[in-house]
């Protein structure tokens, strides 16, 4: 089975843009969460959804949106970009999200912000 | 909040060597425990697993134990190959009336020379 994938691999925009990244959860998954990875930290939490509804989110501005599509694909949205916003992208998707259940990332979107 | 302490890098070994990677933690409740390896242009790879207290989970010749009384998961290899480096996060989820996120360590970068 194919696992997470993600697009676009790589994106470059500048200040002020909006991005959206793409998301595909293995098949069977219900619940996807987005990632962000600057360089040299650990992934930090941004939204987790299950079954189309927002279950979470992590303490990033109103400037990040998500959605998750009936086919529990996802996108997430980056409006107004700030350099900061530069980093990897994760993606990960898990049966039903529960605690004791595995999350798979996907290769992730590098975005850089100019 | 919950919060993951690991090991400051990067740990830099010989090959077949014996390999300690120490990750403490800090949550509320019960949390499940991971090791999640990241190689050089790769995303995320669930590594192994902890659920509850005493556990010990194991792959490819990695282990870490649950230990509950010193709030730790600590990584062990026997004797460590050049294929072996990478990134190493410690991570752990809790149940969040439903908000299952993963809390990521900063991370360990293990090089590993022949």
Not at chain 1, 15 to 37: M, N
Not at chain 1, 63 to 88: I, K, M
Not at chain 2, 4 to 15: C, D, H, I, N, R
Request: proline share 4%; with cysteine; net charge neutral.
């Amino acid at each position: 089975d194919a696992g997470v994938t993600q697009s676009p691999t790589h994106l470059i925009k500048t200040r002020g843009q909006q991005v959206t990244l793409r998301c595909s959860p293995i098949s069977g998954h219900k619940s996807v969460s987005w990632y962000q990875q600057v360089l040299g930290q650990g992934p930090q939490f941004i939204f987790q959804y299950y079954e189309k509804e927002e279950r979470g989110r992590g303490n990033f501005p109103d400037r990040f949106s998500a959605r998750q599509f009936p086919n529990y694909s996802s996108e997430l949205n980056v409006n107004a970009l700030l350099l900061g916003d530069s980093a990897l992208y994760l993606c990960a998707s898990s049966l039903d999200g529960g605690a004791g259940d595995t999350q798979y990332f996907g290769p992730g979107t590098r975005l850089t912000v100019l | 909040g919950n919060s993951v302490t690991q090991m400051e890098g990067p740990v830099t070994l010989s090959e077949e060597a014996f390999l300690t990677i120490n990750c403490t933690y800090t949550a509320t409740g019960y949390p499940s425990l991971f090791w999640y390896v990241q190689y050089p242009g790769e995303g995320l790879q669930l590594l192994l697993k902890a659920t509850k207290a005493d556990d010990k989970g194991s792959n490819k010749g990695f282990e870490a134990t649950y230990r509950k009384e010193t709030t730790s998961f600590h990584l062990e290899k026997g004797s460590v190959q050049v294929s072996d480096s990478a990134v190493y996060f410690c991570a752990l989820i809790e149940s969040n009336f439903g908000n299952e996120k993963l809390t990521f360590g900063t991370g360990t970068r293990l090089t590993i020379i022949p």
